[in-house]
């Protein structure tokens, strides 16, 4: 089965950096995609970023993006969102997810992903 080992949330202090990692195993596709979404108390899950594997596409949320850089270890099939610039309204849970087979281009609409994390906690102080 598709399991996945999440790493890297915690708490920080507004301005500053964190970087989270999760690892994924379970499937052998080679054309794949995998993303981050995360969610606040009281509102919906919503897409961060997501990359293709293979081509390399990437695709952020206009509230991260400048902010937040995804990417992709593809050997490990591990995603990292390295997140720079945090602000208080960037606390949430965030969950990382994947897809298969994606041929080119990710999308952020959680319908389309397959499998996902249990999530880790990001927390940044004002």
């Known amino acids: 089965q598709v399991q996945f080992v999440e790493s890297g949330g915690g708490l920080v202090n507004a301005g500053g950096s964190l970087t989270l990692s999760c690892a994924a195993s379970?499937?052998?596709?080679?054309?794949?995609?995998m993303a981050w979404f995360r969610q606040a108390p009281g509102k919906e899950r919503e897409g961060v970023a997501c990359?293709?594997?293979?081509?390399?596409?990437?695709y952020y949320s206009d509230s991260v993006n400048g902010r937040f850089t995804i990417s992709i270890d593809n050997a490990k099939k591990t995603v990292h969102l390295h997140m720079n610039s945090l602000k208080p309204e960037d606390t949430a849970v965030y969950f990382c997810?994947?897809?298969?087979?994606?041929?080119?281009?990710?999308?952020?609409?959680?319908?389309?992903?397959?499998?996902w994390g249990q999530g880790t906690q990001v927390t940044v102080s004002s």
């Open positions: 997810a994947t897809d298969y087979p994606v041929v080119a281009v990710c999308f952020l609409r959680p319908i389309r992903y397959k499998y």
């Open positions: 379970g499937f052998t596709e080679d054309h794949y995609a």
């Open positions: 990359i293709q594997n293979s081509y390399g596409t990437t």
